[in-house]
Structures are given as C-alpha cells and as structure tokens.
C-alpha cells in the first residue's frame, strides 16, 4: 500500500478564517512569514524526506476592486514565486468569488452559477499567463456542479475543495457531507458522488475528527497541521486508514493558512501560531505512516492527481 501526502498552503490574509469568517480581511503578514517555511522544512529533511509544497495563491476579484489587481499577491511576491518553483513547489489558484466594488461595500458571495462562469472565465483570462492550468481550490471550500465544470473547462486538471463530511451554515453553498474522503471523479449531477472518469479529479482536503476545548465534541475538521500538538497527536490516533482503495493508493491532502503559523497573533485554543509546531506535527504524521509500514512521499496537489489517476487506469484496465 502507497501513500502520497500533499502539504497544502491557502494564501489568504490574516483573520480570514476562523470561528468567524471575516471576508473584509486584507493584510498579508502572515504570507509574508511564511515564506521562511520551505527554507526551515529544508533542514529537517533528515527526518521528513523533502517536502514540496503547493502554495493555492489567492487571485480573485475582490482583490481586483480593493488592490488594483487580482494577481496582486502574484506580482508582489514574484520573487519568492520564482524561487520556490524553480526549487520544485507548486503554484495553484485559489479565488474567493466575492462581488466588492470597493473597499466600504460589504463583500458578498457569488454564487450564481452563470454569474461564477462568467466570473471564473474572466479572470483566468487575466492569469493564465502567470499561473498554470494545474490545481485549483475554491474560496470557502465550496463548488457547484456547474461550478466545477467551468473550471474544467478551463483547463485545470485537478481540484482541491471539497472537505469531505462537512457542510455550510444555511444560505452557504458548501455541501460535501457525502464526498469520499479519498481522491475521485465527481458525478456531473451530484459533486459529492463518484461518477465516471472527468477531465478533472477530485483530491479532496482529507478530514478527520478533532476536539478543540471549546468543542463539546469532535468535529469534521481538514487535516491542519497547525493545530496544537497535542489536538493533533490524538486525531492522528483515531486517524483511520482504509485497509484498501480503488487503485492501491492513498493520497492525503493537509491544509493550512498563513496566520495560523503566525507567532504574533499568539496561539488560540485550536492554533499554536508557531511553524516549529507545524514541523513537528508533520514529524508526527511520517512517524506514524513508517510505524505502520506503509511507503508514502511527499508530492505536489498536481503531482499526487497525476499518479492517482495512472494507478486507476491501470487498475482498470
């Protein structure tokens, strides 16, 4: 049995997420801090083998209306963008599908699914020069069918949004409480269903049962490795790894932001705010995949897709 486990990174600014989701956030300290990572992760390779990271770069038009440009983050940090994919790491798009003429206006979410096409083709045909048509998540962790198939068609060949078991407060569009929790080809009509091979896979951000302390029990969570060590050594042992899949392999997909490896914001009763923490929880996870046995990699979103959908053709075959 094979594991591919994928380091995933939303560059979303500070206080975006949270017990409250605060869609007028708009400062990018943490981004910019953690743009240390792939240096410190450099030197623990010893110990975790080395890990590329995809990097789900926020891109949208809201940044548009309040920065100027929706490749604003693209073109302030081209730099470090350069860098770290030479070195191997991959670039995704990430939009928050938000209509904001400007910086007072409230943002809302677009949700309209002819609005979202025209939305999404509009701005992929701003980026396409600058980012590849390779991995793409959602803002908020949510798709539509119709949704989902403007994104294939625009090229992309992999996705990263759904959050297997987990739905949206009432009035949000996200609804993923049937999705596998393993990569798979969305039926057309019911995103949450396996259906016949697409030019676009599903690898869904894994979730998994965690307990924080204002929690009256384990909740649905995706699998954040910037949670407190301690939260995160007892979901990794309730971790449940399927005895079996569909073509042998497993692909894990961890998820994070920048401002919950953030020290300045200090820790809270989920996240430590520290990337030392973020590191060893990493430790923790390549401990307990040796300790099973199994044979895993790190891999790019992309790269993980890429093999996932070999083994099933061949499985098939």
């Given at each position: 049995?094979?594991?591919?486990?994928?380091?995933?990174?939303?560059?979303?600014?500070?206080?975006?997420?949270?017990?409250?989701?605060?869609?007028?956030?708009?400062?990018?300290?943490?981004?910019?801090?953690?743009?240390?990572?792939?240096?410190?992760?450099?030197?623990?390779?010893?110990?975790?083998?080395?890990?590329?990271?995809?990097?789900?770069?926020?891109?949208?038009?809201?940044?548009?209306?309040?920065?100027?440009?929706?490749?604003?983050?693209?073109?302030?940090?081209?730099?470090?963008?350069?860098?770290?994919?030479?070195?191997?790491?991959?670039?995704?798009?990430?939009?928050?599908?938000y209509r904001q003429a400007?910086?007072?206006?409230?943002?809302?979410?677009?949700?309209?699914?002819s609005e979202v096409q025209?939305?999404?083709?509009?701005?992929?045909?701003?980026?396409?020069?600058?980012?590849?048509?390779?991995?793409?998540?959602?803002?908020?962790?949510?798709?539509?069918?119709?949704?989902?198939?403007?994104?294939?068609?625009?090229?992309?060949?992999?996705?990263?949004?759904?959050?297997?078991?987990?739905?949206?407060?009432?009035?949000?569009?996200?609804?993923?409480?049937?999705?596998?929790?393993?990569?798979?080809?969305?039926?057309?009509?019911?995103?949450?269903?396996?259906?016949?091979?697409?030019?676009?896979?599903?690898?869904?951000?894994?979730?998994?049962?965690?307990?924080?302390?204002?929690?009256?029990?384990?909740?649905?969570?995706?699998?954040?490795?910037?949670?407190?060590?301690?939260?995160?050594?007892?979901?990794?042992?309730?971790?449940?790894?399927?005895?079996?899949?569909?073509?042998?392999?497993?692909?894990?997909?961890?998820?994070?932001?920048?401002?919950?490896?953030?020290?300045?914001?200090?820790?809270?009763?989920?996240?430590?705010?520290?990337?030392?923490?973020?590191?060893?929880?990493?430790?923790?996870?390549?401990?307990?995949?040796?300790?099973?046995?199994?044979?895993?990699?790190?891999?790019?979103?992309?790269?993980?897709?890429?093999?996932?959908?070999?083994?099933?053709?061949?499985?098939?075959?």
């Amino acid at each position: 049995m094979k594991h591919q486990v994928c380091l995933t990174l939303d560059t979303d600014p500070d206080g975006l997420s949270g017990k409250e989701t605060n869609r007028r956030a708009m400062e990018w300290t943490g981004l910019e801090q953690v743009q240390r990572l792939p240096e410190e992760l450099d030197r623990l390779t010893d110990k975790l083998g080395w890990v590329p990271i995809t990097w789900f770069v926020r891109a949208d038009g809201q940044l548009e209306s309040i920065l100027g440009t929706s490749a604003y983050l693209l073109e302030t940090y081209n730099l470090f963008w350069t860098q770290i994919r030479a070195a191997g790491h991959e670039l995704a798009w990430h939009p928050h599908l938000y209509r904001q003429a400007n910086l007072h206006e409230e943002p809302a979410l677009i949700t309209d699914d002819s609005e979202v096409q025209e939305e999404l083709s509009r701005l992929w045909g701003e980026l396409k020069s600058v980012l590849p048509a390779t991995a793409f998540r959602n803002g908020e962790g949510w798709h539509t069918s119709a949704s989902f198939a403007a994104v294939e068609r625009l090229g992309f060949h992999c996705d990263s949004t759904a959050i297997p078991g987990r739905r949206g407060a009432a009035g949000h569009p996200m609804n993923w409480s049937t999705a596998p929790n393993q990569p798979y080809f969305p039926a057309a009509d019911e995103l949450g269903a396996n259906g016949t091979e697409r030019a676009m896979i599903e690898l869904p951000m894994n979730s998994w049962r965690v307990q924080a302390p204002y929690d009256d029990a384990p909740r649905v969570r995706y699998m954040n490795p910037a949670i407190h060590p301690e939260l995160f050594a007892k979901a990794l042992a309730g971790w449940e790894v399927p005895a079996s899949s569909v073509a042998e392999l497993h692909v894990w997909v961890l998820v994070f932001h920048p401002d919950e490896v953030l020290s300045s914001r200090g820790p809270d009763g989920l996240y430590a705010r520290s990337r030392s923490v973020l590191a060893t929880n990493l430790m923790a996870l390549t401990e307990r995949l040796q300790r099973l046995g199994y044979d895993f990699e790190w891999a790019t979103v992309s790269d993980a897709a890429t093999r996932w959908r070999k083994h099933r053709r061949r499985l098939v075959a």
